[in-house]
């Protein structure tokens, strides 16, 4: 069975850093476009960064400059580098795989940049 499972969330002080990690299995990786999206309580389920296969990124505005999405296919896992973290930061992050029969998704992991 395809699984995705995040780790690395937590609670940080402002201008902390934090690095996400997914690991997926029960897939082909390697060809395969991930992302890390982040929601907040009441939002739409937003894109934070995006690799893909070939290792081309794009950001949202909000982060650009201090998130780095990087993969390493060998092990199978996306990670997500967060620096100069602010309270607006704060969400559960999720990890997304993207395929050519559909996406599939982690079950989230809970950032928590504090003032």
């Known amino acids: 069975q395809v699984q995705l499972v995040e780790s690395g969330g937590g609670l940080v002080q402002a201008g902390g850093s934090l690095r996400l990690s997914c690991a997926a299995s029960?897939?082909?990786?390697?060809?395969?476009?991930m992302g890390w999206y982040r929601q907040a309580p009441g939002k739409q389920r937003e894109l934070v960064a995006g690799?893909?296969?070939?290792?081309?990124?794009n950001y949202a505005d909000s982060v650009q400059g201090r998130f780095t999405i990087s993969r390493d296919n060998a092990k199978n896992t996306v990670y997500l580098s967060m620096n100069s973290l602010k309270p607006e930061d704060t969400d559960v992050y999720y990890c997304?795989?993207?395929?050519?029969?559909?996406?599939?998704w982690g079950q989230g992991t809970q950032v928590t940049v504090s003032s």
């Open positions: 997304k795989m993207s395929t050519w029969r559909g996406d599939y």
């Open positions: 029960g897939i082909i990786f390697s060809i395969n476009t």
């Open positions: 690799i893909s296969r070939g290792g081309s990124t």
